[in-house]
Antibody, heavy 121, light 111 residues
Framework: QLQLQESGPGLVKPSETLSLTCIVS??????????WAWIRQPPGKGLEWIGS???????YYNPSLKSRVTISVDTSKNQFSLKLTSVPAADTAAYFC?????????????WGRGTTVTVSS | QSVLTQPPSASETPGQRVTISCSGS????????VNWYQQVPGTAPKLLIY???QRPSGVPDRFSGSKSGTSASLAVSGLQSEDEADYYC????????????FGTGTRVTVL
C-alpha cells in the first residue's frame, strides 16, 4: 500500500526558503503516468495546488507561485521535495504531498497526512 | 483565487440527500474530467470521486458525481454523521500552460 510522509521545518523566517520532503513508501516513484504533487492549505482556507513533477524532470507549477517554486524528484531515495523561496507570512499553511495521476485523467489518489509550516520571525 | 465555484455550505438531516454544485469554464470542467475530495477538518483530503463519476475502492455508493458542460455536482444520499466534512471539486485547467485547480470548497453539516 502506497504511503506518503512529509517532513521538514515547522518554522521558517520571512524571506528565507521553505524546504519540505515527501518520502514515498510501498511503491516506486518512477511509476509511469504518475506525477508527484504539493498542495497547501492556509489556516481556515481552501486547497491550493502548488505544482507537480514527474521522475523525468517534467514539471507543472501554479502560475501564481511559479517564480518561487521548485519541485524535484529523487528516484534513488524514492522521495520528492518542495522548495519555495523568499517566503512571506502568507505562505503559512498546512502542506500536503500527493501522488498525481496525469493525462488523460488528472487526480490525486494518495495523500500524505500533511505538515504545518509557519512563516514568522 | 479559485476558478471553480462552489456554495460555501450545505446542510441536511441524517438519511436525506445533499447535492453540491461546482461551476467552471470551458478550459477546465468543459475540457477535462472532474474530481471530488472529502476533507474532515484537521485531516488530509481524500479522493472521493474521479473521472466525473468513478469511486475509488472503499468509497460507499452513497456518493455519486456527474458532469454537464462546464458544471459538475456531487450528491450524497443517505446522509450520515461521518459525512460532515469539507468537499472540494477539482479539475485540470488547460489555460496558462496547464494547472490543477480546486473549487472554493463546501462545508456539509449534518443537522
Amino acid at each position: 500500500q502506497l504511503q506518503l510522509q512529509e517532513s521538514g521545518p515547522g518554522l521558517v523566517k520571512p524571506s528565507e526558503t521553505l524546504s519540505l520532503t515527501c518520502i514515498v513508501s510501498g511503491g516506486s516513484i518512477s511509476r509511469s503516468g504518475y506525477y508527484w504533487a504539493w498542495i497547501r492549505q492556509p489556516p481556515g482556507k481552501g486547497l491550493e495546488w502548488i505544482g507537480s513533477s514527474y521522475y523525468t524532470g517534467s514539471s507543472y507549477y501554479n502560475p501564481s507561485l511559479k517564480s518561487r517554486v521548485t519541485i524535484s524528484v529523487d528516484t534513488s531515495k524514492n522521495q520528492f521535495s518542495l522548495k519555495l523561496t523568499s517566503v512571506p507570512a502568507a505562505d503559512t499553511a498546512a502542506y500536503f504531498c500527493a501522488r498525481h495521476r496525469f493525462y488523460p485523467y488528472y487526480y490525486m489518489d494518495v495523500w500524505g497526512r500533511g505538515t504545518t509550516v509557519t512563516v514568522s520571525s | 483565487q479559485s476558478v471553480l465555484t462552489q456554495p460555501p455550505s450545505a446542510s441536511e438531516t441524517p438519511g436525506q440527500r445533499v447535492t453540491i454544485s461546482c461551476s467552471g469554464s470551458s478550459s477546465n470542467i468543459g475540457s477535462n474530467t472532474v474530481n471530488w475530495y472529502q476533507q474532515v477538518p484537521g485531516t488530509a483530503p481524500k479522493l472521493l470521486i474521479y473521472n466525473n463519476n468513478q469511486r475509488p475502492s472503499g468509497v460507499p455508493d452513497r456518493f455519486s458525481g456527474s458532469k454537464s458542460g462546464t458544471s459538475a455536482s456531487l450528491a450524497v444520499s443517505g446522509l450520515q454523521s461521518e459525512d460532515e466534512a469539507d468537499y472540494y471539486c477539482a479539475a485540470w485547467d488547460d489555460s496558462l500552460d496547464g494547472r490543477y485547480v480546486f473549487g472554493t470548497g463546501t462545508r456539509v453539516t449534518v443537522l
